[in-house]
């Protein structure tokens, strides 16, 4: 079975923080994303990632950057944390043309 | 850019009833699928259906597809209290490289 890791469940940071937010998927998948969901708004694509070291942005990269090292490894970097990136931020990976496989998300709170 | 939209945005049902959602969207796709979130989980991808079907069933899932009128409808029978969840529908978007997902459809099921 398929699994999809995010490292904290929730998280609270400090205007003007640094913050990573780490995802680990076990099944070898070429491609993983990073999407965030607020009340409303649905899911938002931030970046996604073909595979190792490459990066592409989605709809909503501004104040976020990413990190593919690995290919089982995708982080996502808040480069200077802002009270609008408080979110539920999800994780998701795939094999390429299949079904995404999502994490249980990283509710991060910016106070 | 949101590429489906799902209708209701909320439905409320008992025990034993059908629910059935619906999905617009707005450019072609070679393939639509659904995707359901438990209440602070992660998404969990449900049925694929490709551009050149009009049905599909899973167990207690039916889903259709209009490309002429740019639909889907996802329709759970003899619903149960566990189907409570978020639903969502989604495509591809213009590049092909990243699933474009819509506002979802919050189902309770009352027992």
């Known amino acids: 079975d398929v699994k999809v890791t995010q490292s904290s469940r929730y998280l609270v940071k400090r205007t003007g923080e640094k913050v990573f937010l780490e995802c680990v998927q076990d099944?070898?998948?070429?491609?993983m994303f990073w999407y965030r969901q607020d009340p409303g708004l649905g899911l938002r694509l931030i970046y996604f990632?073909?595979?190792?070291?490459?990066?592409e942005k989605g709809d909503i990269p501004e104040g976020y950057s990413v990190s593919r090292e690995k290919k089982e490894r995708f982080s996502l970097i808040l480069e200077s944390a802002s009270t609008n990136q408080t979110s539920m931020y999800l994780c998701?990976?795939?094999?390429?043309?299949?079904?995404?496989?999502f994490g249980n998300g990283t509710r991060l709170t910016v106070t | 850019s949101q590429q489906g939209e799902e209708d209701p945005q909320a439905l409320s049902i008992q025990e034993g009833e059908n629910a059935t959602m619906n999905c617009s969207y707005k450019?072609?796709?070679?393939?639509l699928q659904w995707y359901r979130q438990n209440s602070g989980r992660g998404l969990v991808h449900l049925i694929l259906i490709r551009s050149n079907e009009r049905e599909k069933h899973s167990g207690r899932l039916r889903v259709t597809l209009d490309t002429s009128k740019k639909s889907s409808s996802l329709l759970i029978t003899a619903s149960r209290a566990a189907d409570t969840a978020s639903y969502f529908c989604a495509t591809l978007n213009q590049a092909g490289t990243a699933l474009i997902f819509g506002k979802g459809t919050t189902l309770s099921v009352s027992s």
């Open positions: 450019t072609s796709i070679n393939n």
């Open positions: 998701a990976s795939r094999r390429v043309n299949s079904p995404l496989h």
């Open positions: 099944m070898d998948h070429e491609n």
């Open positions: 990632s073909y595979d190792v070291k490459m990066k």
